[in-house]
């Protein structure tokens, strides 16, 4: 039986001690702090994923390094399973108890017990492919983590500057490369062909589609989206902005789906370059979140944002089902999370089945392989769509019985190869709902009049201790702090259709507040007195209370 290799690791660790009083926690989104940091965290991650594709008999594990919708002083990684899915949760606590052993020594120890709990075959081989962001941190952060590969004897391969949805890609596809299940050639230009030839004949024969401004956030989806732009053979014209890659600070400042979605309103840079009615679409900073918008004929702002990119899709594909014949043998349905619009959630609960889980992309995932066709996609623009693998088996032996079938059942095998269904693609999902209005024959005007949002209002309150905050019921109720969601129901009910709940954030120590109400006014005096409720049972200096929570 191989042994850890010791010497190799201890030589290699001492040279990225763990900083002192930092605890460090793989939440939703894996590590993300202050990126001046990290430089441990990234070395012991590269072992940690050296061990896993051990673990998994030598299968790629892939690592990306990146803060995603973070300011650029932040950055962040995390670890991708074989199947291009997110890391197991178990793996999770071991990440954060090996990312916090105080020494070189404890460091051992706890791989050691890592090691034997596991059961792990040290004498497997390990590959593990990584990737990062633009974030200037980055270069230190992959250099880290290589030395974290070497101290295990890994094979690694560096992926380079690319997209979050990519790595997660080419995880699957190096590990399916030559089986019956592969999806596609394992490199970034395979992929975005693989986009790109879909699109192409999911719009084949449709009116041409007018050009779609795309903010790129200053950040690596405006690289992704020149060279997918490549790939589209002129079917979708791309207007890119904000692709200032170079520039200190710009990633994600004042723009990006984050600004957008958060802000409710343009980004500052397009404000003279978005005409009346025309479509525009926000990325983030690692392109795995996307959110519409348009000016209506006034030149007001409208939001098409997570929950709207839902309705529009999912109840496109239940009708190309129904169209290919398949209704009695394909069910899809919808996944959403409490930040869902309620609006939304109705509009969807009278067309298909749809649950409600706990915030994080690995709750909707796995949520959404139940349905044959699962349709996730959380309000802030993250997310896909699953075909089941007997879905996809009954889609390729379908025969159809019309003409009409035959073109519907085209259409869905289509999306199978233009969905990236590792994990969610700000232009993936970019080409699905240009591909369904083109289909649709929808404006931005035709898509937001699928239903109306109730007015609704987030913000966050900075808390001690985000841990004293526990919820239930997919986080829409308080356990604790005790007695604070009784108070939280009080003020509820003195709304017109108030909603609100509240929930710790994953990856800070803040604490989120979510409220709609029927009137705009009342939504955001909802969402300010509950987070008032908040501060003042997280121990918050009076003398500090922000003014709005008056």
């Not at 075959?121 to 962001?133: E, G, I, Q, T």
């Not at 004042?254 to 025309?278: E, H, I, N």
């Not at 993250?382 to 079938?405: D, I, R, W, Y």
């Not at 997919?474 to 003020?491: F, G, H, N, T, Y």
Request: net charge neutral; hydrophobic share 40%.
């Amino acid at each position: 039986m191989s042994q850890l290799p010791i010497e190799s690791i201890r030589s290699l660790s001492d040279t990225h001690p763990k900083p002192p009083h930092i605890r460090f926690q793989y939440g939703t989104a894996g590590f993300r702090t202050l990126g001046s940091t990290l430089d441990s965290v990234l070395f012991r991650v590269g072992v940690i994923a050296g061990l896993r594709s051990k673990k998994f008999d030598g299968q790629t594990i892939g690592v990306m390094v990146t803060a995603s919708h973070n300011p650029e002083q932040d950055n962040g990684v995390k670890i991708v399973d074989p199947r291009g899915e997110m890391l197991e949760a178990a793996w999770e606590a071991h990440a954060t108890t090996l990312s916090n052993a105080p020494t070189t020594n404890d460091f051992l120890e706890a791989l050691d017990a890592l090691v034997r709990t596991t059961k792990i075959d040290l004498s497997k081989p390990a590959r593990v492919v990584y990737a990062r962001d633009t974030r200037p941190s980055g270069v230190a952060l992959v250099s880290a983590l290589e030395d974290g590969l070497s101290a295990i004897g890994a094979e690694g391969r560096n992926a380079g500057v690319t997209t979050t949805p990519v790595l997660h890609y080419l995880v699957k596809a190096i590990n399916t490369k030559d089986t019956p299940e592969s999806y596609g050639e394992d490199s970034e230009d395979g992929y975005f062909q693989k986009l790109g030839s879909a699109f192409q004949s999911l719009v084949s024969g449709r009116q041409p589609l007018e050009p779609l401004l795309v903010d790129c956030a200053n950040g690596v989806g405006a690289l992704a989206a020149l060279s997918l732009s490549g790939c589209l053979g002129g079917s979708l014209p791309l207007i890119l902005e904000n692709t200032a890659i170079q520039s200190p600070g710009a990633l994600n400042n004042a723009c990006g789906a984050d600004y957008v979605k958060t802000m409710q309103r343009l980004p500052p840079s397009l404000a003279d370059r978005l005409k009346p009615g025309q479509r525009a679409c926000s990325l983030d900073g690692d392109a795995d979140r996307l959110i519409y918008y348009y000016l209506d004929e006034r030149g007001i702002f409208r939001l098409l944002d997570g929950d709207k990119i839902a309705a529009l899709v999912a109840a496109f594909i239940v009708d190309l089902v129904k169209s290919a014949g398949l209704e009695n043998e394909v069910k899809v349905g919808v996944v959403q999370t409490a930040y869902a619009n309620g609006a939304s959630t109705k509009y969807l609960s009278g067309r298909l089945p749809v649950k409600c889980v706990a915030t994080g992309v690995k709750h909707l995932h796995h949520a959404a392989e139940h349905f044959n066709v699962g349709v996730y996609f959380e309000a802030n623009g993250h997310g896909t769509v699953l075909f089941s693998p007997a879905t996809q088996a009954k889609l390729a032996a379908h025969q159809p019985s019309t003409p009409a079938q035959s073109t519907a059942l085209n259409h869905l095998m289509n999306l199978t190869r233009l969905i990236n269904q590792t994990v969610g693609d700000a232009l993936s999902d970019m080409l699905l709902v240009e591909a369904v209005l083109a289909h649709r024959s929808y404006t931005g005007v035709e898509w937001d009049s699928l239903y109306v949002d109730l007015p609704n209002r987030l913000v966050k309150v900075v808390v001690q201790d985000r841990n004293a905050f526990r919820t239930e019921n997919a986080e829409r109720r308080l356990v604790s702090p005790p007695a604070l969601q009784a108070k939280i129901d009080e003020l509820v009910r003195r709304y017109d259709g108030g909603r609100s709940f509240v929930r710790p954030s994953g990856t800070e120590d803040v604490v989120r507040v979510y409220a709609e109400a029927v009137v705009r006014s009342q939504a955001d005096e909802l969402a300010f007195r509950v987070a008032g409720l908040v501060y003042d049972v997280a121990g918050g200096d009076p003398s500090k209370r922000p003014k709005e929570f008056l």
